[in-house]
């Protein structure tokens, strides 16, 4: 099955950049989508990209997608305290409606 | 703006006991899924259901878990009996024509 993989944690000053790497194997996924999900809460849609883009921007924040390296990641500029959660890659393997989601990356943004 | 509503938010229960949850999607919305979370991991589907029928239950127990979408509006995921190793959050997500999943808010299930 798919295997996604994601550091683990992610520390960042307020008013940097911050870049959450994600690697997948399944090279049939036809979207990459980035959650974020803040404590006891649900899982919040931020963005996705189309498999043959290489980069979809939104406002502050701008998905690379390298797909010959199944390497996918999320910027987020101007980095802010509420932009502290984790944060999960989930590409859907074999192009269909299941997503599978990565271990999640802890972003904590510092004063 | 449209929600997928799940409830309760919290459950303690017993172990060997029975426990059930409850998740109403986005209106419309054709698909169904149940994921479970546990602490520090990323979400696991349990089960998918394209309207009422299931689609994809493979990962699901089914000696102590069930499911059910019977008129294919809402859910209900049900464990009998619970085990310690079951305290987890377990979210609720809808997918309609958009793209990607609208989560509800989950239940967080404690075992004692």
């Known amino acids: 099955g798919e295997d996604v993989e994601q550091s683990l944690f992610l520390s960042v000053r307020e008013g940097d950049s911050s870049v959450i790497n994600c690697t997948y194997t399944d090279s049939s996924s036809t979207y990459l989508y980035w959650y974020k999900q803040e404590p006891g809460a649900g899982l919040q849609l931020l963005t996705y990209?189309?498999?043959?883009?290489d980069m979809k921007q939104d406002q502050r924040l701008t998905v690379l997608l390298n797909k010959k390296d199944k390497h996918l990641s999320l910027r987020i500029a101007d980095t802010q305290t509420g932009d502290s959660a984790i944060y999960f890659c989930a590409p859907n393997p074999g192009g269909g409606n299941k997503l599978t989601f990565g271990t999640g990356t802890q972003l904590k943004v510092e004063l | 703006e449209a929600e997928v509503a799940q409830s309760p938010r919290y459950k303690i229960t017993e172990k060997s006991q029975a426990v059930a949850f409850w998740c109403d999607p986005i209106?419309?919305?054709?698909?169904l899924y149940w994921y479970r979370q546990i602490l520090g991991q990323g979400p696991e589907l349990l089960v998918q259901?394209?309207?009422?029928?299931?689609?994809?239950d493979s990962q699901l127990p089914k000696d102590r878990f069930s499911a059910e979408r019977l008129k294919g509006v809402d859910s209900t995921l049900k464990i009998q009996p619970a085990e310690l190793g079951d305290s987890a959050m377990y979210l609720c997500?809808?997918?309609?024509?958009?793209?990607?999943?609208?989560f509800g808010s989950g239940t967080r299930l404690t075992v004692v």
């Open positions: 990209i189309f498999s043959n883009m």
């Open positions: 209106s419309g919305h054709a698909t």
């Open positions: 259901f394209q309207d009422e029928s299931v689609v994809d």
């Open positions: 997500a809808s997918s309609g024509d958009n793209y990607g999943y609208t």
